[in-house]
């Protein structure tokens, strides 16, 4: 049963294209199930990035509305799972994951191809893996054509809700050019607000959905954190999971890591110490053995920058060290820039995505701040502890899943959590820091602890195959029953 055909679809894919977590998950789960003996292949969009690695395999007609457009096939290679890449010179082959005026269209077009692609080379897949409103609409396609074409219900689907917040909305002339009836444009299906949601149709669709943690599946039930699809998802809550993502241990291990400035291990922190110093030379601090608090983030308003100013004003004040590394929104981008000018010395920030100083920054600092507003599962928080810098979060989605506060228990916890989203509760958390920060021992256990997590793929890819043999259950029943009710009203015709 192991060998299940699993096909993975996602808008990016580390190594090859990677924007944000969605991409780590791509390039890391596909590898664990296909350790675990899964027959996985991976397909995302093309890009000009990957195209120097890939190789032309064949092109195909995809049908947009009225209008024919060409699919072409290509294959990423020498990558240990198949990864293929589909691309268009219309949608596809331009740099930049998203953040064209027509991206809807562009993943309309992704979905239609991945759909034709699977009917044209008759693929027996026993899993569509699809994820977030990018893909959403391939389980549209596949249920909607069926009966048409009887093998694609073999399929079972799997849909995995990274982001709730984006949910590939636009009007309904994108729907169009799915080619699926009429009917299907219903608030019961795909229709919102007279719009059409692609998020919608992968909810609808599937046989099972999850969340990437457990917290974030209930909290997406609820108005706060359901950003308007909550009422949607409460139909199908009983088809609803949550399975937390992991990290690649090989990649993400202070004992290997090229990058940073010595290795170390949780046995021997001293290499820390090391890296520590060495940072502080690089960013122009003031070496000193005070608390280090960094932020490695995209500076958009979800990961809690709005409380960063006054929590870095406080770590100043109580003598503490402030580091941030990332780009984004020109507002906040600005507002750092202030922050290490009033304070030089002990506030640096770097505005760019650069890997080795990111490294360099969990190996050297002590406190991992992570205030997101909203995280349905995050991974950084999880390198940070593989890399011995405690994580202080805001307790909410898989944040509030993978950090156990101090608080909470001396002997599983690993950092620090608040629990009301303002600067005044993450400034008391701080100071909380501090207090355990000043009696080293203490400080040396937790780190202990916080690197002896297992954040390794291994326990949620095995979530995951659970997850599909229930999806295939359900696929099975939905055909039986969905047949019992034909023969019955053809009797009773
Ligand atoms: C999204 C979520 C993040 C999660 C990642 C991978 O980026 O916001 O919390 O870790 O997807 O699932």
Redesign the pocket.
């Known amino acids: 049963m192991n060998n299940l055909k699993v096909l993975f679809v996602a808008a990016e894919c580390a190594p090859y294209i990677k924007v944000?977590?969605?991409g780590?998950?791509a390039g890391e789960l596909p590898l664990k199930l296909h350790e675990m003996g899964l027959d996985v292949c991976v397909v995302i969009p093309g890009n000009p990035d990957i195209n120097a690695q890939a190789i032309y395999k064949g092109d195909f007609p995809v049908k947009m509305g009225y209008r024919t457009e060409t699919g072409i096939l290509r294959e990423v290679s020498g990558s240990p799972v198949p990864v293929w890449v589909i691309d268009n010179y219309h949608y596809l082959g331009r740099t930049g994951v998203y953040g064209h005026h027509d991206d809807p269209e562009r993943f309309a077009f992704f979905c239609r191809a991945v759909y034709e692609m699977m009917r044209k080379l008759e693929l027996k897949t026993d899993i569509l893996h699809l994820n977030?409103w990018h893909t959403a609409p391939i389980a549209m396609l596949i249920r909607e054509n069926e009966r048409e074409y009887p093998p694609l219900s073999q399929t079972a689907i799997v849909y995995?809700i990274?982001?709730l917040?984006y949910q590939g909305i636009s009007g309904r002339n994108i729907f169009d050019l799915f080619g699926v009836k009429d009917v299907v444009f219903k608030t019961d299906k795909v229709e919102y607000y007279g719009c059409f949601n692609a998020m919608k149709s992968g909810i609808n669709y599937a046989d099972v959905i999850n969340s990437?943690?457990k917290t974030?599946a209930q909290q997406m039930l609820t108005d706060t954190y359901g950003f308007g699809l909550d009422g949607v998802l409460r139909v199908r809550k009983d088809y609803l999971y949550g399975i937390l993502?992991g990290i690649n241990t090989d990649i993400w291990n202070p004992e290997t890591d090229k990058e940073i400035y010595t290795p170390y291990n949780k046995h021997n922190l001293d290499g820390k110490k090391e890296n520590k110093k060495k940072l502080q030379k690089e960013l122009g601090l003031r070496v000193s053995d005070k608390p280090i608090f960094s932020v490695v983030s995209r500076l958009v308003p979800?990961k809690g920058l709005d409380l960063m100013e006054e929590a870095a004003n406080a770590i100043v004040k109580e003598g503490g060290q402030f580091v941030l590394l990332g780009r984004g929104e020109k507002f906040y981008e600005n507002a750092f820039l202030g922050l290490m000018e009033k304070f030089p010395g002990s506030v640096a920030v770097r505005l760019e995505f650069n890997n080795q100083l990111a490294r360099r920054i969990y190996a050297g600092s002590d406190v991992f701040l992570m205030p997101?507003r909203?995280?349905?599962?995050?991974?950084s928080q999880l390198i940070a502890m593989r890399y011995g810098t405690v994580p202080l979060v805001h307790r909410t989605?898989?944040l509030a899943d993978t950090v156990t506060d101090v608080g909470r228990s001396k002997v599983n916890s690993n950092g620090f959590h608040f629990t009301e989203y303002s600067s005044g509760s993450l400034i008391r958390c701080i100071k909380r820091v501090f207090t355990l920060y000043r009696k080293p021992d203490e400080w040396q256990k937790l780190v202990f602890r916080a690197m002896s997590r297992d954040s390794s793929w291994e326990t949620s890819a095995r979530e995951y195959l659970k997850l599909y043999k229930k999806a295939m259950e359900i696929n099975k029943k939905r055909k039986e029953t969905g047949r019992k009710r034909f023969i019955e009203k053809k009797t009773e015709g």
Do not use: A, K, Q, R
């Open positions: 944000g977590g969605l780590d998950v977030d995995t990274h982001n917040e990437v943690s974030s993502n979800n997101s909203h995280e349905p599962c995050g991974i989605g898989g």
